[in-house]
């Protein structure tokens, strides 16, 4: 008998491409994501770049029509201007030591209740931290005035009391955050140190405390942003003197009657922003960090 | 759970943290309050609490007024709503307050400014007889203004329907200047207007005509109906009437003024919000503004000075009437603690040398007679306003004020809500009328049953 060996059968059909390769995949993949994330960046810095555009401009060209987007002859001068018409150096530490203080005894306060509420065993300790919570839901713009009668009447207006006493009450936000990652943090390490004869205090000044470095900055950025942004409370509380660069930038960029220097202001804009900017950029990673590990995400 | 145990030993740690906290507090606390103002300084001085914009009262003028008055420190508060609001709630008022006189019924009403006839009265330098009558409008005797005491004095003022246009932007579009003696009507305004108006590609390269839409609708619209004969309030204040055949035309000129695209509105706004900056670009021919408005052009170009010129205010009907939409100037708290150092500050501030300087200045009409004389009249522009305005003086009128309802404050978000509905053809220029009618008549009542 013959046997007739027949060739393996080749299918109908053409050989399909070669699948693309894992690296190959991650790198389109990776390369849509930069895409995205390069679009989100120039949405978001924008209008920043705007911002110092503007301040490069006359008032001309701030208002001409088309639109120019260059200015023609850059003008550092508006600059130069926003920094002598006012006495900046001088908002400028007012906002700085303001923001500072602000955010320093603000986290430390809410540190000390997040460890209270996450560590501590206590009757209505649960009800009392959902009040903590709700308080959230209140506008601060709401207690405004009847804080400033009550500060009033104490003698506490224009000078910065306010800001430390708002501080040691602590942010209910802030409570959250560190209550929420110091009840991640395991018992063992409380009782070890408890057993080692640590009294509450040290336990969370030398054990709790450093583990929580991302969130004591993520805190310290968060609140020493609102306080630096923050325009309704310094001009409320503080004298011209005394009060912020917000509040400053905001009111004193005028000719005598009153009409706002724009691109001068945009300069002074632009240059507030500088400091925020150079703090996120530094301690960026921690930011991230300090969010996430604490269960709170966007 | 194991107990913490009390821990009583002192560690060098612990002792230097302490120490550095304890010489850290001891450095701030200085810096935390150093700044609080009570109402008298340490050297024994009257602390005198003014609060105004820092624009209008210069650090030059307080440092001289306290050299003239040695005996008083200023303790100066940038002008601010809220603030004032706090203050007053907290009893704590400033001793003089930055406030316009349209629009003053309502503080009047409620008792909160003190009585200036007695200062007025005594008074060698600053007397009810050297007042202009623009001044009538910080008057209230219990039931209108213009009559009864004086609360405040004006520091300044202008009649803001008076119109400033650029020549130029006429001479380009081939149109004929308008009259700087005779007022033109709203409806030829609108109509030279819309020819000055220049669009390309569906972009507003230069308007026609600005009306500060931003700044102020109540009084403008006032005005257009009591040009017309009509009035905006009832006899005792507590009501009005939009749907007025005056009232309706009023409010149908801005509607066509906002359709025909001939200026920024609240639905196409200025850049920076005012009309100031399109007008010195030469992207606007006419904008309405005051006499003050003159003060902005002494530094500007040749090319600027030598083409602008003011106009009369336009009429809606057969009376001329040009009155201030504000009139700002202060007055005392009555709860202010230091009333009769307030009045040395108001005679300083109002009759004295910042009043002149003030009134050379171009900034404003001075609010006293003496000091009209002192209005700039050297460069060739500002003898052209001076003469405008010297015939426009004779017009000036009066705004309508109840004290149950804010003045422009609370009649304008009402007003640019409804003229919006209209503009966007969403209702009838009758149905805004309405609307506005039944909105405002809400908060005259509420205001009613709040003074009573």
Redesign the interface.
Known sequence: MTVTRTPATTPATSTPPAAPSRSSRRRRNAAGTYLLLMTLAVLFAGPFAWLVLAALKT??E?????TKILPETPQWGNFVQAFTEINFPAYLGNSL?LSF?FATIVTFSSAAVGFGFARLRGRGKRPLFVLVLATMMLPQILT??PT??LF??M???????PW?MWALGASPFFVFLFRQFFAAIPAELE?AA??D????G??FLQIFLPLSRPVLLTSFLLSFTWTWGDY?AP??F??????TLS?AIA??Y???????D?TVQAAAAAMYVVPVLVIFLFGQRYFIRGVVSSGVKG | MPQPPHHTQLSRRRFLTSSALVAGSALTAPLLGACNAGTESGDGKTVLTIMYKNNELTKEQIADFEAKNPDIRISFIEHDGTRLNAMLASNEPPDLVRAPAVGSARTNAQGLATDLDPYLAKSSVLKKEHLLPVNDSFRWDGKRIGHGPYYGIIKDWSQDATLWYNRALFEQAGIQPLSTAEPISYDELLEIATKLTKKSGGKTEAYGLGVEWAWNLFAPISTMILQQGGEVYNTDLTKTDMTTPQALRALKWYVDFAKAGVGPTSLDPAPDGADLSLFLAKRMAITQDGYWYGGNFVKESDEIKNNIAMAPAPVMGDKRISPTYAGWGAYIPAKAKHKDEAWRFMEYYMAGPPSEDRAKGGWGIPALKSQLSLMPQELPYQKQVFETQQAELQHAGQLPDSPYIGGATAWDPVLDKHLQRAIKNEVTVEAAGKAITDEINELLRQGKDQIG
């Open positions: 008032k001309a701030w208002v001409s029509i088309p030591f203080m405004l005035i400033y009668v009033a009447r003698g506490l207006v224009n000078t910065y009391w430390v009782e408890i057993i004869g640590c009294g509450y040290r336990i309704i001009a409320l503080l004298d011209p003197d005394q009060t509040v009111a004193f005028l000719d005598p009657h009153g009409n706002p724009a």
